[in-house]
């Protein structure tokens, strides 16, 4: 079957979020493979936001967080919990907005290219599994409203996967 994402790109990032998510909700099924599911959701966001150069996620494993599935250019393979955003917001439990990663204190480059960042961390009975980190070629490309819809997307996607099949997909 054929999946599509229908957004109009001239509305408000905030009109965008609330068109996408009934559509991503669709696309995830806990009877689908885990890893089609969060491979369907960076995609669907990457293709409904111009602004978003990479997105995908890493997740939790030996107190490293290691590539999943993604969209963009090639990305650092492991992070160090507490190492740059994404080992930060690991860590902290908590979303890091980053309007200017040149400024972030041991931010870690894997795209040259990247200018600001926002990383949410995936809660499942309020362990940390991993985190959704979303890069933008654009200074200050992600505020309040980013952060707000993308911890729901990300609650909703914790809610419908079953945790026992994430084992199998980063062992």
Known sequence: ?????????????????????????NLINADDALISSFANFTAALKEAFDKISWIGFYFLKDNKLVLGPFQGKIACTEIELGKGVC??????????????????????????????????????????????????YEYSAFNEIDKIYLENLCN???KKIRLNQLHNLIV
Request: negative net charge; charged residues 25%.
């Open 1 to 25: 079957m054929a999946e599509q994402i229908i957004v109009n790109k001239n509305l408000s990032d905030e009109e965008i979020y609330k068109t996408i998510i009934p559509q991503i909700e």
């Open 87 to 136: 080992g930060t917001s690991a860590l902290k439990k908590e979303t890091i907005i980053v309007e200017n990663v040149n400024e972030f204190p041991g931010h870690i480059v894997c795209d040259s290219e990247s200018k600001s960042e926002i990383v949410i961390p995936l809660l499942k009975d309020n362990n940390v599994i991993g985190v959704l980190d979303l890069d933008s």
């Open 156 to 158: 909703l996607l914790m």
